[in-house]
């Protein structure tokens, strides 16, 4: 199989690599992208994925908003036929803004995450087929994460409560602020269209964590610290091109589900505030369309451990 190694188109785009240069880094992390971004799956990335009972999904909707979901089935629902191909044998559950958005062709960015053993792994992919119960999924690109930031859950007992949708324009209503404020953990989704064929184009989905609080609100605009992370700026650089985006927030305690749509836009110049909390920028996010689902979790969550990105 094909490295980037002996490729020699940049793992990376163009809003990610002119992040790097911003920061001084790109030299450093071409080389060290071409040995751990891969158009392939490792054996352990593949047994991982395959042992997950929920991962995180990142595409767009018909109106080109991105939107991050979460799927939470049964360990085993994922599988890897080979080194190039997952399987999802679950369909997205009613009110989920990708449910009927998914389709051969389509871009769709994934993250595997444990979050009791705080392990990650991201893909780009390409949907082969899809239907209302299982999707095929090529593989464009393939890496790890760190586990910076992620707070430790276990997953708990089923979820027996009755299942509401509310759908705001705009407007975060007093249940959503509450959710966001509490908050230690989000995912966000964008993407960066470049040239089909090329790996680095297409959809992403990842993790932001911090101390509960970390997002705050004003108005119709979050804004959050972006820490120290692996300088691959996947996120960042899709947001320099395409400044659409979509956060998904997870209330554990309710097993609920806040799915946000809007734009991000960076900020480099840090103040006072966020510079002592370690932030290296700030994303201010203004979203156009929430949506939150309660109780739409098939489990809910305990937490397991500390939350403290700065021990991480």
């Known amino acids: 199989m094909n490295t980037p190694e002996n490729n020699n188109e940049s793992p990376f785009h163009e809003g990610e690599i002119s992040i790097q240069q911003k920061l001084g880094v ?24 395959e042992n997950l009972s929920y991962i995180v999904l990142g595409g767009v909707d018909d109106q080109d908003r991105p939107w991050a979901s979460f799927l939470m089935s049964e360990s085993g629902f994922v599988s890897s036929p080979d080194p190039k191909t997952l399987v999802i044998n679950e369909g997205l559950q009613e009110g989920d803004p990708l449910k009927e958005q998914l389709h051969k062709g389509s871009d769709l960015g994934l993250l ?45 007992e089923s979820n027996l409560h009755p299942k509401t949708l509310e759908i705001s324009r705009q407007d975060l209503k007093e249940e959503m602020r509450r959710i966001i404020s509490d908050a230690d953990t989000f995912f966000i989704a964008s993407g960066y269209q470049g ?32 820490y120290r992370g692996n300088n691959h700026f996947n996120t960042l650089g899709n947001l320099i091109k395409n400044p659409k985006a979509g956060l998904t927030f997870l209330d554990f305690k309710n097993s609920s589900i806040l799915y946000l749509t809007g734009q991000a836009f960076i900020d480099f110049e840090l103040n006072s505030i966020y ?38």
């Not at 992390?29 to 799956?41: A, P, Q, S």
């Not at 040239?195 to 959050?224: C, M, T």
């Open 26 to 49: 790109a030299q450093a992390m071409d080389r060290f992208g071409r040995r751990v971004i891969r158009d392939y799956m490792p054996d352990q990335h593949r047994e991982f994925f």
């Open 112 to 156: 595997g995450i444990d979050l009791a053993t705080r392990r990650r792994n991201r893909l780009s992919t390409v949907i082969q087929d899809s239907t209302q119960h299982q999707m095929t999924l090529s593989v464009k690109q393939s890496f790890g994460n760190c586990p910076k930031f992620i707070s430790v859950r276990q997953i708990g």
């Open 195 to 226: 040239a089909k064929e090329s790996p680095s184009s297409g959809a992403d989905v990842s993790h932001r964590g911090g101390q509960p609080g970390f997002v705050e609100i004003e108005g119709n605009q979050l804004i959050f610290p972006d």
């Open 275 to 312: 510079a002592s909390q370690g932030a290296e920028r700030v994303i201010r996010f203004r979203c156009e369309e929430a949506r939150l689902l309660r109780h739409w979790l098939r489990k809910g969550f305990v937490e397991a451990g500390i939350r403290n990105p700065k021990s991480n």
